[in-house]
């Protein structure tokens, strides 16, 4: 674009969205070119902080007609670059087209604006007696938008589903400013295509999330959280299937692979240590219920732990007795001391649960006859088939971290799973979508860009 | 087409399917042409079925070549019109390509084929310890590729959620013959666009499913069934609210309306009346537990009964002490004496749970204004917002149904509801698509549909 052009763009925009709404230049703050835990990259052309619909739709409208690339950004806590945009493109913020329009209890729904911050959000509906089905680590930064446009999975995908499970209605506009929606309460509404689900997790390259419906929980009246050794892998596949049947209230369901949890019982300062380590699993489990008799639950969950050691499923074991127990038990599953570890490379990938441990293995061996000095350590929410790992050598290849992720990711692609589970695909990992996703997947991609944004002005670069 | 083309397509058909594979002409059979309850219509130019994924690529690739409509069919339960091919088109049945391909008990999915009886894949789930969480009416002949493209609904959606919130992976063929798929079966995958929700409830405008894999729920060990009378709407949705907390394992809430509990109970021989016919809401509670032990649930159950008694939110209550019993509460719900009403119009809507009652007034009244010796019976799935409407009038206007259809829809328009909870758009509702989409969403299902299938040859004239 001609240095004109820009001008002429920028005028427009300013004139539109005032002061307030279009920031250009070293006005621009370096949030809005940072991504989470990492080094500012380049200054974008303008961020534009639309403050209502008309705003977002006449921003987009002004940007496709100039064919300028826009970047929607949320609370800028995404793990996939997908919110960074380049020198010559500019930023769509969403922060200020925030909070609730209505929580209808009747119908257990809330109608809130993208720029909503998940814990705000999370905290207006509990105090109408719901919970919201969805939570993540980044609860204080991360908002709805981004949550929806990148379909988040977090904490207890195996209660109530990812982003994508709570979404009833959904607003977003497209790339040439048309606003298209759907503020639907009904669980049941199959009049015509259900366009809302083309929009979630696309992460902003089909179009902008203004506006959501989501669905509400019963509110949550306790937790019950609970450690124990497994001795072996089948046995973790056994328990999963008796908690399901057992548990209902299931929330959360983690393992941790033993090389895990010796580096971090071993590297963090002051945390309580169940068990010592040995060479067995140590699983996590959450139950969160609506039921207000926390006796009752406990000694249920207390009921199902003696069965399963009569029956040689789980070795030792300990229900947490009280809320700081409990979290110190979630502080040695999060695991913070592994960010220590020199040049880590985190991965998110899902697999067929039943084959999670068989590629494990297969990961460690292969990582440790390529660096012989690696460290690797692997933990996961289980339940739902999403494992992390962690990946750290002692110097990087000369390639930085490629190298690493094609050994990784060709493992992911044998063993018929996913190189993104939760994080999206963004700029990170665009170069392996293909390991996932078909040709003839990859082209239908294509093909649905191109007839939503054929200029291709809709995070230029990220995903396809 | 000309004739010679005609004769081309159906010989290159015939060659590649075989003569099982491609019916024609005064071969075919009344099933092909003739919709659920209904008389048959014209036979269409051929009917194909497919025994693979090849053949149905192979068959679609010709179709769009010669540029001939295909009607995907499967089970021909469908309420909507949605599966009858006209004289100049091809049915494309899935029947023969049926059956499990693997049910992964670590993963809890099984892998099926569209062409597979719904019933039949239920039983199968069972029989290795699962249930399926998709059940409705015509479980005896529905197709899950038919189920998956409507986006059925049925029986237990506030439980696991519609046909769609049960797929995990998909297979679809678009209309140039290209297989798209997806047999993912990981609960979190998010390496791009989900594609697979494209194609579910399309109504086989965008793309013919072949396979699926579906997620699987515990075994459901006891059922218990109840019905309630409440003294008016408000309390209903108290009690909405309440059986979500109290009763996780609710499976059903279904409610009826005092015209209808009148008419059916005083038309149906040999029922077995619980509660004389009232002013009132007759609410029937289902729960489909988990827990091994039926006492422990029933117990459960009939203390939530005299807590909601106590504070005034139920009348008579009677808790099914038998199969047999809870069959004969279903019997009342089902209301099939209703069928029997003259001219008998059946309403399938959604509408937001706090304003249904509101509707329900609202359209009873116009209706009687309108034609005074209406007769209109109203009963739906409250839980999951769906109401179901029948009407009767002794004699059609002119325009047949046409004026009553637009009558009703205008009413739900006005509520902000949807004229097709479950039963999907196909031909019947086709003049009414645009009382609850705007017209940006739908030029936005154009959009899609010509970058799918650009030749219009899938499912020519339905839903859009």
Chains 1, 2 share one sequence.
């Not at 019963?218 to 999963?240: F, G, N, Q, R």
């Not at 127990?325 to 990938?349: F, M, T």
């Not at 990992?429 to 003839?440: E, G, H, I, Q």
Request: glycine share 12%; net charge negative; charged share 20%.
């Amino acid at each position: 674009m001609s240095t004109t052009d820009t001008a002429a763009l920028l005028d427009a925009l300013r004139q539109r969205l005032g002061p307030e709404g279009c920031v250009a230049g070293a006005d621009i703050g370096p949030r809005y070119f940072t991504a989470y835990n990492e080094a500012p990259v380049c200054r974008p052309l303008a961020v534009l902080r639309p403050a209502s619909i008309d705003d977002v739709s006449c921003a987009l409208a002004l940007c496709h007609r100039f064919g300028v690339g826009v970047v929607p950004q949320g609370g800028m806590t995404g793990l996939a670059g997908g919110a960074l945009a380049g020198a010559d493109e500019v930023v769509l913020a969403l922060e200020r087209f925030n909070g609730i329009e209505e929580i209808d209890a009747a119908a257990g729904t809330v109608t809130v604006r993208a720029g909503t911050v998940l814990q705000t959000l999370q905290q207006a509906v509990r105090e109408v007696g719901f919970e919201l089905g969805l939570d993540l680590g980044a609860r204080g930064s991360c908002q709805i938008g981004g949550n929806l446009a990148t379909n988040a999975g977090g904490n207890r995908a195996i209660r109530f589903g990812v982003a994508r499970d709570q979404v009833l209605g959904l607003e977003a506009v497209l790339a040439d400013g048309t606003v298209v929606g759907g503020l639907n309460k009904m669980l049941k509404n199959n009049a015509g295509y259900d366009l809302k689900q083309m929009f979630i997790g696309s992460e902003g390259t089909l179009g902008v999330i203004t506006r959501a419906v989501l669905r509400l929980q019963p509110k949550l009246h306790s937790t019950h959280t609970c450690l124990c050794t497994v001795p072996d892998y089948a046995p973790v596949i056994e328990l999963w299937r008796r908690t399901r049947a057992s548990l209902s209230d299931v929330s959360s369901f983690e393992l941790m692979w033993p090389d895990f949890y010796r580096y971090v019982t071993a590297h963090t300062p002051g945390l309580e240590i169940p068990f010592a380590a040995d060479e067995v699993f140590y699983l996590l489990i959450e139950c969160a219920t609506t039921n207000p008799d926390a006796e009752v639950c406990a000694a249920r969950f207390e009921a199902c732990l003696g069965e399963w050691f009569e029956a040689g499923l789980i070795g030792d074991a300990v229900l947490a007795g009280s809320t700081r127990q409990a979290e110190s038990l979630w502080r040695l599953r999060e695991g913070l001391a592994i960010d220590a570890l020199p040049n880590l490379i985190n991965y998110d990938v899902s697999l067929p649960i039943g084959g999670i441990d068989g590629f494990v293995q297969q990961c460690r061996a292969t990582l440790a006859g390529r660096w012989p000095a690696v460290q690797s350590v692997f933990f996961g929410h289980i339940g739902d088939s999403n494992l992390h790992i962690g990946v750290s050598l002692a110097e990087l290849p000369p390639s930085g971290g490629h190298e690493v992720d094609a050994l990784v990711y060709a493992l992911v692609r044998e063993a018929g799973g996913s190189v993104s589970a939760e994080h999206g695909i963004g700029r990170a990992k665009r170069d392996f979508l293909d390991y996932t996703r078909s040709p003839a997947e990859i082209d239908l991609m294509r093909t649905l860009k191109s007839a939503l944004d054929p200029r291709g002005i809709l995070n230029p670069g990220k995903l396809l």
